[in-house]
């Protein structure tokens, strides 16, 4: 595949997540992760961040993150910029799936600190670097301290690696912890002030008032409808507004989180668009459960709203 022009500007908006659907015998179901890219995309994504964690990349191999990242590269046809998650808790292996995703035509990489490792900031910053020089592709930096990775980046790493790649063009921090937010916030943009700020999930009104770029969404594929009202009331300033939504969305989270990624699974399913089974040690949501997740969907208002089907 010839490769693209790299991504010249941060992604703002709506980064939609695709999830990585499973046939019944644990295959990587293409066909059906074609058809999630295509919703995606035909409900205005902004751009796409493939094989992160609502995408199941830990239990995946590297050869099937390639595959995934080839595909959505593929399928998305230049519509939209493709961001490929290289994480793993090896550099070197890191390093190859970012290799990889330039290959294949990707427009940005992203990598959050190591998983387990708990490596000093002097050696999350080596890692950083090897991964930043492995390509000419921009970079998103991942830190996720309280959720994943254990450790964070630092402000001052953050300012380190901005001052040394010009291709460093944001960070996602996902601790949901509004005073570390802000304070690399603040380190990143005295640098240069276009850097690119984004948390994970739709928490969107401490994203967009406390300076944020854009917002990974896990709700996209279920309710687009309702994540793009709350993006635009955030983003145009009906706060009062925005809050109802995001008090709505607080209630659909605490839903989701519970052996998280199966409940998001389950909502595609509900929403009439299946995605297989996650894989273990995720195991699918008994139906009982299931009947849950739709009274609360139809409580809240987004089962009758929102589109069904593909």
């Given at each position: 595949?010839?490769?693209?022009?790299?991504?010249?500007?941060?992604?703002?908006?709506?980064?939609?997540?695709?999830?990585?659907?499973?046939?019944?015998?644990?295959?990587?179901?293409?066909?059906?992760?074609?058809?999630?890219?295509?919703?995606?995309?035909?409900?205005?994504?902004?751009?796409?961040?493939?094989?992160?964690?609502?995408?199941?990349?830990?239990?995946?191999?590297?050869?099937?993150?390639?595959?995934?990242?080839?595909?959505?590269?593929?399928?998305?046809?230049?519509?939209?910029?493709?961001?490929?998650?290289?994480?793993t808790p090896g550099t070197d292996q890191a390093v190859d799936l970012a290799r990889h995703a330039e290959k294949a035509g990707a427009d940005c990489i992203t990598a959050i600190a190591p998983y387990y490792w708990k490596p000093s900031q002097e050696a999350l910053h080596e890692h950083f670097?090897?991964?930043?020089?492995?390509?000419?592709?921009?970079?998103?930096?991942?830190?996720?301290?309280?959720?994943?990775?254990?450790?964070?980046?630092?402000?001052?790493?953050?300012?380190?690696?901005?001052?040394?790649?010009?291709?460093?063009?944001?960070?996602?921090?996902?601790?949901?912890?509004?005073?570390?937010?802000?304070?690399?916030?603040?380190?990143?943009?005295?640098?240069?002030?276009?850097?690119?700020?984004?948390?994970?999930?739709?928490?969107?009104?401490?994203?967009?008032?406390?300076?944020?770029?854009?917002?990974?969404?896990?709700?996209?594929?279920?309710?687009?409808?309702?994540?793009?009202?709350?993006?635009?009331?955030?983003?145009?300033?009906?706060?009062?507004?925005?809050?109802?939504?995001?008090?709505?969305?607080?209630?659909?989270?605490?839903?989701?989180?519970?052996?998280?990624?199966?409940?998001?699974?389950?909502?595609?399913?509900?929403?009439?668009?299946?995605?297989?089974?996650?894989?273990?040690?995720?195991?699918?949501?008994?139906?009982?459960?299931?009947?849950?997740?739709?009274?609360?969907?139809?409580?809240?208002?987004?089962?009758?709203?929102?589109?069904?089907?593909?």
């Amino acid at each position: 595949m010839s490769q693209r022009d790299p991504m010249k500007t941060i992604p703002r908006g709506i980064i939609d997540v695709p999830v990585t659907p499973f046939t019944a015998d644990n295959k990587i179901d293409l066909d059906t992760f074609a058809r999630v890219i295509e919703f995606l995309l035909r409900h205005n994504a902004s751009s796409l961040c493939v094989n992160l964690h609502l995408a199941e990349s830990l239990n995946l191999t590297l050869d099937e993150r390639k595959l995934l990242a080839k595909t959505a590269v593929e399928v998305t046809a230049g519509k939209v910029p493709v961001i490929v998650h290289v994480s793993t808790p090896g550099t070197d292996q890191a390093v190859d799936l970012a290799r990889h995703a330039e290959k294949a035509g990707a427009d940005c990489i992203t990598a959050i600190a190591p998983y387990y490792w708990k490596p000093s900031q002097e050696a999350l910053h080596e890692h950083f670097c090897a991964i930043i020089s492995a390509t000419a592709l921009p970079f998103i930096a991942y830190s996720s301290p309280t959720i994943m990775d254990g450790i964070g980046v630092a402000p001052e790493t953050l300012v380190r690696l901005m001052e040394r790649f010009p291709n460093f063009i944001g960070l996602k921090e996902a601790s949901h912890n509004w005073e570390k937010y802000l304070e690399l916030g603040r380190a990143a943009r005295k640098i240069r002030p276009d850097f690119g700020l984004f948390v994970g999930t739709e928490w969107m009104i401490p994203c967009f008032t406390l300076g944020g770029t854009a917002c990974m969404s896990v709700f996209g594929g279920i309710a687009p409808r309702f994540v793009r009202a709350l993006y635009d009331a955030t983003t145009t300033g009906q706060l009062k507004d925005a809050l109802s939504l995001q008090y709505k969305f607080s209630e659909l989270y605490q839903i989701a989180k519970v052996e998280y990624p199966a409940p998001t699974k389950a909502m595609w399913e509900i929403m009439g668009r299946p995605v297989g089974a996650p894989r273990l040690p995720n195991r699918p949501l008994p139906a009982e459960r299931k009947k849950q997740i739709r009274s609360a969907l139809e409580t809240l208002g987004l089962f009758d709203s929102e589109p069904h089907g593909w």
